[in-house]
DNA sequence: TTGACATATCAACAAATGTTGATATAATAG
DNA sequence: CTATTATATCAACATTTGTTGATATGTCAA
C-alpha cells in the first residue's frame, strides 16, 4: 500500500483540484501515450495557444506533469510520482475505524 | 482492476471536482468513520449549517455520498461504490501504448 | 395546535478560476 | 543581425464556485 499518513488536506484539494478541469484531463489523455510537445497538444486538445499554456501550468503547479525544454520545443510528460500521489488521496474515501454512535 | 472504459471525461472532471475543496475532504475525513448525522459534521467541521449543506449537496450530486433520513435527523455517508468510481478515475494518469514519435 | 429543532434552499455578494487577445522571451534558421 | 517559430505571461473580462444571513420545510414534543 502507497498511503502512509494521510497527506495533508489542503494539498490533497489542490491535487484534486487540478485534475477537475476537462481540458487539462484531455491534455492528460494525450500524455498516457507518453511525453508530448506542446505544439502537439494544442491540435489533441484544441485550445488557444494561451489557454494551453494555461493548463499545462496549472497541471505543471500541482507535480502532475513535468517539462522539460530541448531547443526551441517544450515537452511535457505525466511526472514520476503522481499516480503514487494520487492513489494515496484516494484514501479520502477509505472506511476507517471510528465509532458508530448515535448523535445528537 | 476495476477499470473498464474511460468513463467520460466531464464526468471525471465533476467527480474531482467534488474532491477539490479542503472542507468537502473534512466531511470525508469524518465520514471514513462511518455514517454521521448533519448535526455531528457540523462540529467536526466547524462550517456554518447553511455552508455544510451547501458542500454536502456538492458531495451527493458528485455521487460519493448518500443521504437518508430518519425522523428529523438527516444522515450522511460515503456511497457504496464512490470508492471504485474514484478507483477508475485514477486511469487518467496510467500510461498506455501510443506512439512516441518526435513532434512538429 | 404551537413551538422548537434539524436541515434545505435562496438571494446577494465575494472570491477564485478560466478565457481571450496582446505582448514578451527565448531559440534557431537564414 | 533579423525574421520566424515555440511558448510563456499579462491584463481585461466572463464564468463558476463558495459564503453569509434570511427564510422555508418538515418533524417531533408539549
Known sequence: MA???APDLRRTA???HALSDETRLKILARLRGGERCVCELMDAVDAAQSRLSFH???LKDAGIVVDRREGRWNYYAIA???RDDLSDALAVLKPRAGRAGSCC
Open 3 to 5: 498511503t502512509t499518513a
Open 14 to 16: 489542490r491535487l484534486f
Open 56 to 58: 499545462l501550468k496549472a
Open 80 to 82: 514520476p510520482d503522481a
